[in-house]
């Protein structure tokens, strides 16, 4: 079976460094919307553009361009052996779309990483990132030889939106995902190697339940 997963959690869970480790594992592609959108402003595309001040301010970008950017990316041939989004869906309007897009594949497996509101705040103001490459300090030590800079959406007062943004707009999803049969919460408030074989064990109890019932998307 494929694995086709989706990871839910707040800005500051960790889900792109789990993310990271499991595409690698795996052998399938992360796909990370907020990479693909500072990728495309630091390149200066019309996208790029438009989103540079929504994502400056915490703000997201729209439905209709993120649902094109997935649809597009996960047409190409390497998300047909699975794939792992990091930071899509956002949005209600988002996740219809995706479940949209992945009909006839094996069904989606969601991840939740749940981490309390005052972690996450510490963690963000805190985080540093390669000026070069992007990955965060850990990932990034010994890769690309940039500076370790603050992400300019990391001080405090972008934070503090970015998880109002995330309450109001993002948490919902977990209604919206947790009466499937493939649907996990994991528990972010340990270290990281805990919180991956936390992760390990819930694909691969999320992989049985769809084995055992024949469910499909
Ligand atoms: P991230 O790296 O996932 O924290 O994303 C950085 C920023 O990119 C977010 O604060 C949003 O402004 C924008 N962004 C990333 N993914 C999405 C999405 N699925 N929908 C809307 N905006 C997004």
Known sequence: MALNLVMLGPPGA?????????????????????????????NGTEIGERANDIMARGDLVS??????????????????????LDGFPRTVAQAAALDEIVKGRDPLVVVEIVVPESELERRLSMRMVCDSCGATADAAAGKAGGRLVQRS?????????????????????????????????????????????????????????????????
């Not at 960790?14 to 500072?38: N, V």
């Not at 439905?63 to 792992?84: H, N, P, S, T, Y």
């Not at 001080?155 to 943004?165: H, I, P, T």
């Open 14 to 42: 960790g889900k792109g460094t789990q993310a990271e480790q499991i595409a690698k594992a795996r052998g399938i592609p992360k796909i990370s919307t907020g990479d693909i959108l500072r990728a495309a402003v630091h």
């Open 63 to 84: 439905d209709d361009v993120m649902i094109g950017i997935i649809r597009e990316r996960l047409g190409q041939k390497d998300a047909d052996k699975g794939f792992i």
């Open 153 to 217: 959406d990391d001080n405090d007062r972008v934070v503090l939106e970015r998880l109002k943004v995330y309450h109001q707009r993002t948490q919902p999803l977990v209604e919206y995902y947790q009466m499937r049969p493939t649907f996990r919460s994991v528990n972010g408030l340990q270290p990281p190697d805990r919180v991956a074989a936390d992760l390990i064990a819930a694909i691969e109890s999320a992989g049985r339940g769809v084995a055992a019932k024949g469910v499909r998307p």
